[in-house]
């Protein structure tokens, strides 16, 4: 099992320019989410996916979208970036609310 | 009332002493309380968690100790090993959401 994939795992992007990070679970998990990681602020939830088909507003959710592809899928979309989404993005997955299971994460910098 | 607030932010102990971390909740519905550990240049991953009905869970050398009345939490790493150094996330949750609250992390240093 590979557990949550994530894609790219580092990118560069100019102020304007859009994106997509792709994230994939192979457990088989109902719940989907995307997290920012930034210095001094923790985790913050961006968006959420409880089960296919659905998907929540988390903390910080303006400047980006996301689809729930299917029940392996869930990608986050940045439709024109800004220096403020500059960030580290996590992936997780869980059955349960017990355990949140988190990709390796994507490096984004906005320049 | 969302809020987990947790501290120190960045802590140094040698090797062998016994770090505390500690965490503070407002939201009285929240019944499940984890930590999450990172280690650089990884996502986090569970570490250890408590449920309101119990006061301590051990698990190896990481204790969580839990008061209810307080509303705060706390995790304890014994006999801390250079192997620990990494950042910990406390969070919580509430019963009927898929949802985490984390805490804003503390960065561990366990010196040689």
């Known amino acids: 099992n590979a557990g949550v994939t994530q894609t790219p795992k580092f990118q560069v992007l100019k102020t304007g320019q859009s994106m997509t990070l792709q994230c994939a679970q192979d457990?088989?998990?109902?719940?989907m989410y995307w997290y920012r990681q930034d210095p001094g602020m923790g985790l913050r939830l961006i968006y959420y996916?409880?089960?296919?088909?659905?998907?929540d507003k988390g903390e910080v959710p303006n400047g980006y979208n996301v689809s729930r592809l299917n029940k392996r899928e869930f990608s986050l979309r940045l439709e024109s970036a800004a220096p403020s989404q500059t960030s580290v993005y996590f992936c997780?997955?869980?059955?349960?609310?017990?355990?949140?299971?988190f990709g390796p994460g994507t490096r984004l910098t906005v320049l | 009332q969302q809020q987990v607030k947790q501290s120190p932010q960045s802590l140094i102990v040698q090797k062998g002493g016994i770090p505390i971390i500690n965490c503070a909740y407002e939201?009285?519905?929240?019944?499940?309380f984890p930590w999450y550990q990172q280690f650089p240049g990884k996502g986090p991953a569970l570490l250890i968690a408590?449920?309101?009905?119990?006061s301590e869970k051990k698990e190896g050398r990481f204790t969580i100790s839990f008061n209810k009345s307080a509303k705060q939490f706390s995790l304890h790493i014994m006999d801390s090993q250079p192997g620990d150094s990494a950042t910990y996330f406390c969070?919580?949750?509430?019963?009927?959401?898929?949802?985490?609250?984390f805490g804003t992390g503390t960065r561990l240093l366990v010196s040689p």
């Open positions: 997780a997955s869980s059955e349960v609310r017990d355990t949140q299971y």
């Open positions: 457990m088989n998990h109902n719940s």
């Open positions: 996916s409880a089960s296919e088909g659905t998907t």
């Open positions: 939201n009285t519905a929240f019944d499940y």
């Open positions: 408590i449920r309101p009905d119990v």
């Open positions: 969070a919580a949750s509430m019963a009927g959401f898929q949802k985490l609250v």
